[in-house]
């Protein structure tokens, strides 16, 4: 990775994605490379008489909630982080925010992830389609702090 190449971090709040920050943010220490927490929210949609149909307002909820987790994350890094909200299937919205950036960096499961799947969904889309370099941090098991980089 190049010094100074910007760092995207995707999050939802998940313990993977907790640890992901952390890592992503002592990587961005480390290169002085800018760091950019993107979250991602959709309109849950239901199967209708009518086709899939949004309920009235659990969209705006959601959206809510991901500008929620956006400022939890800027709060909790040691670097400083731009947020970044966007919409849309999360696989393909990260993959967007990830045009030019040096690095993506996933937890390896969310919270739809059964437990006992080593990876998730949208990580593995990532891996597949991201235009840069992408790296799944795994919550450590034994520290609630997760994996980090050694300086």
Avoid at 56 to 71: K, P, T, Y
Avoid at 93 to 122: C, F
Wanted: aromatic share 4%; charged share 15%; net charge neutral.
């Amino acid at each position: 990775m190049q010094p100074h190449g910007l760092i995207v971090v995707g999050v939802d709040g998940s313990a993977p994605a907790r640890a992901a920050v952390r890592w992503a943010a002592r990587l961005a220490g480390l290169t002085g490379g800018p760091l950019e927490a993107v979250a991602v929210w959709d309109f849950p949609c239901l199967l209708g008489e009518h086709g899939l149909v949004p309920p009235a307002l659990d969209g705006f909820e959601s959206e809510r909630r991901a500008a929620e987790i956006l400022a939890e994350t800027a709060c909790a890094c040691t670097v400083p982080v731009r947020r970044r909200l966007r919409t849309g299937p999360p696989g393909p919205a990260l993959v967007a925010a990830a045009t030019g950036a040096a690095l993506l960096v996933l937890g390896n499961r969310g919270h739809g992830t059964p437990p006992d799947a080593p990876l998730g969904t949208v990580a593995q889309y990532c891996l597949h389609h991201a235009p840069c370099p992408v790296v799944i941090v795994r919550r450590d098991q034994g520290r609630e702090d997760g994996p980090w980089l050694t300086p």
